[in-house]
């Protein structure tokens, strides 16, 4: 069976200009073209469409996705890179968390120092955010 882009857009949930972007990079083969050409794409390409999808889906960047495609080009090679590519994108989200939870905290403490009855000139929440020196954590 092959696809259209818009079947295959569909069938993914990748929106057309991105599997246009992602054939253009080479994630995806170049798809074969009708006498019209019209892109007909091949379920491999919607299994990769998928898998770019689920990879972006958990915030792994291009450069890390490349690399895994690679490494699934190469069935016997070792899995220790894509182990390795897993822990690294779980230690960066496990690092943003924390770097939410910090803003979130300083969010709150700024937000609760306001009542919105004064003037706009006397707001708390207006003072803090031009001045980070009156945040109580850096939450840089």
Same mark, same amino acid.
């Given at each position: 069976?092959?696809?259209?882009?818009?079947?295959?857009?569909?069938?993914?949930?990748?929106?057309?200009?991105?599997?246009?972007?992602?054939?253009?990079?080479?994630?995806?083969?170049?798809?074969?073209?009708?006498?019209?050409?019209?892109?007909?794409?091949?379920?491999?390409?919607?299994?990769?469409?998928?898998?770019?999808?689920?990879? @972006?889906?958990?915030?792994?960047?291009?450069?890390? %996705? *490349?690399?895994? &495609?690679?490494?699934?080009?190469?069935? $016997? !090679?070792?899995?220790?890179?894509?182990? @390795?590519?897993?822990?690294?994108?779980?230690?960066? %989200? *496990?690092?943003? &968390?924390?770097?939410?939870?910090?803003? $979130? !905290?300083?969010?709150?403490?700024?937000?609760?120092?306001?009542?919105?009855?004064?003037?706009?000139?006397?707001?708390? &929440?207006?003072?803090?955010?031009?001045?980070?020196?009156?945040?109580?954590?850096?939450?840089?």
């Amino acid at each position: 069976m092959d696809f259209s882009i818009g079947e295959l857009s569909k069938a993914t949930g990748v929106k057309v200009p991105t599997i246009r972007y992602y054939e253009k990079e080479g994630l995806i083969e170049a798809p074969i073209r009708t006498e019209g050409n019209q892109r007909r794409y091949q379920e491999r390409d919607l299994d990769r469409l998928r898998f770019l999808k689920h990879c @972006r889906d958990l915030g792994l960047p291009m450069e890390v %996705i *490349r690399e895994l &495609i690679d490494l699934s080009l190469h069935p $016997e !090679k070792p899995c220790c890179n894509a182990n @390795r590519i897993a822990a690294d994108q779980l230690q960066a %989200i *496990r690092a943003r &968390i924390a770097h939410l939870k910090k803003l $979130e !905290k300083e969010l709150a403490r700024i937000s609760a120092s306001c009542t919105g009855e004064r003037p706009a000139a006397d707001c708390n &929440i207006l003072k803090a955010f031009g001045d980070h020196d009156l945040c109580l954590s850096d939450h840089k």
